[in-house]
């Protein structure tokens, strides 16, 4: 079975600033996607970036990018120039390229946006 | 385009009744999946329903089922309640089986509190 592990329960930055969270994750697969998903307080999910694993380039959305090192099993998301509208629970979710199951995910990181 | 639509947006009841969330996918989706998302225990995935059929379940005793409907929509309904099974219930839609590199879109979620 898949694994996802968010290391830092809580990351606080300054707005304007550049922050880093980040993702770990275990599996046996070498087809699957990553994503970083974000939950403000208005609970809904909503979609920030992915990566397919057989990508090399690292995905960019704007402000945000992903350092994704599939030899370390690591998927960290950079949020560039950090806006007070960013403030919300960050989520890494893999789901794997059979799709035979739902996504699997993280435990979260609550982003705090110091104004 | 309008989004994925859940109701009700909060559902109250008491142990041993019976509680049914519905979950309208995006236009054009056929695939639906049911996540819980508890205090303490983060995101798990429950169901995942595609064309009409059940095609995996999460770790969740068989009280929890439900269907999909031929216009792809889909109900989740969770028997015998118990006091646990307090959370918020999402659902998310993706274009189905064989575009598995697209990503989930979720709706806004069911509370579901168990007094």
């Known amino acids: 079975a898949q694994t996802v592990t968010q290391s830092q329960p809580e990351m606080s930055v300054q707005e304007a600033e550049t922050v880093t969270l980040s993702c770990t994750y275990d599996?046996?697969?070498?087809?699957?996607?990553l994503f970083w998903y974000k939950q403000p307080p208005s609970r809904q999910m909503i979609l920030v970036i992915r990566?397919?694993?057989?990508?090399?380039q690292n995905a960019t959305e704007n402000r945000f990018s992903v350092n994704f090192q599939k030899a370390a099993k690591s998927f960290s998301l950079k949020i560039s120039d950090s806006q007070l509208g960013d403030a919300a629970m960050y989520f890494c979710?893999?789901?794997?390229?059979?799709?035979?199951?739902?996504?699997?995910f993280g435990k979260g990181t609550h982003l705090i946006i110091q104004p | 385009e309008a989004g994925v639509t859940q109701s009700p947006t909060h559902l109250i009841k008491t142990r041993g009744q019976q509680a049914t969330l519905r979950c309208s996918p995006i236009?054009?989706?056929?695939?639906v999946y049911w996540y819980q998302q508890a205090l303490g225990l983060g995101l798990q995935f429950l169901l995942w329903?595609?064309?009409?059929?059940?095609?995996n379940r999460g770790n969740f005793p068989p009280r929890f089922s439900g269907r999909q409907f031929p216009n792809y929509s889909s109900e989740l309904n969770v028997n015998a309640l118990e006091l646990e099974d307090s959370a918020l219930y999402l659902c998310?839609?993706?274009?189905?089986?064989?575009?598995?590199?697209?990503?989930?879109?979720f709706g806004d979620g069911t509370r579901l509190s168990i007094l």
């Open positions: 990566q397919e694993a057989y990508k090399q």
């Open positions: 236009s054009g989706h056929t695939s």
């Open positions: 599996t046996s697969e070498s087809d699957y996607y």
């Open positions: 998310a839609s993706s274009p189905g089986q064989g575009f598995r590199n697209q990503p989930q879109h």
């Open positions: 979710a893999y789901h794997s390229g059979g799709g035979a199951d739902g996504l699997t």
């Open positions: 329903y595609d064309e009409g059929e059940e095609r």
